[in-house]
């Protein structure tokens, strides 16, 4: 009998075992599935609600070079928290709203506003201007206004010839502008028509076309409960949205 007794209980730990490893599977999955909905959300519709300008399109994705690849991994809004300072022209650096992995921990996904910096955002085109501002950012910790995820998977950043450059967020971001900067300053430099400007769906007319500025959204989220950052253990999740302004001929 005493046999029959330890045979049960070891049976009923076993599936105790299982019942609760599956509930925290569960939970994992969920955890991972709710933080991505949100982190979604809150891009997509702080892209909606962007200001635009000729010069600035709403928002554009900053691209890191590292191992001689790049690494499209921060997002630059302008959204005020009031009225634009200059709507029609470039934003302030207080204005903007930034999405990136932190640096130090890119597992980590941060939302950052530099916080009474009234200069002037620098130009798009300028890569190294932009280097050099979100390098400081991170340094200034009344800048960070959330960590909108832990659970960022990471990956090695490597070179084609096998360095290794420390780990990176799988996150990216993609925007495209139509018509382009390029043919915008093809139209104004007289050598691009009007009508040949990649005017989306042909949304325009004698005196303005509607310009668009779309952004896309690739994110991977690592559940608490998969011991590697593995592709296989990742959660992918992909969003994206757009808005539409007035450029005047």
Known sequence: MSAVMVLLAGTLAALASAVQLTSDHHFSQGLAMQHGRVVLERIERTVRSAVTSEEFPGFFAYSHTVGGHAYPDTLIV?????????????PRMEELVLFRPDSSDPGHLLELRPVGDTREAPAISDHAAWLTELNYMETVDSYIQAVLTDLVRTADATSSGGNNYGKRGCLRFQTTVRPSDAEWAEYKAGSRSWQDLSWPQDRYGSTSG?????CRIELQLHPVD????SVGGAIPFFGSAAL???LEK
């Open 78 to 90: 302008w959204s005020p928290e009031g009225a634009a300072v200059d709507p029609d022209g470039m």
């Open 244 to 246: 539409f302004y007035q």
């Open 226 to 229: 998969v011991d590697d950052h």
């Open 210 to 214: 509607s310009r668009q500025s779309w």
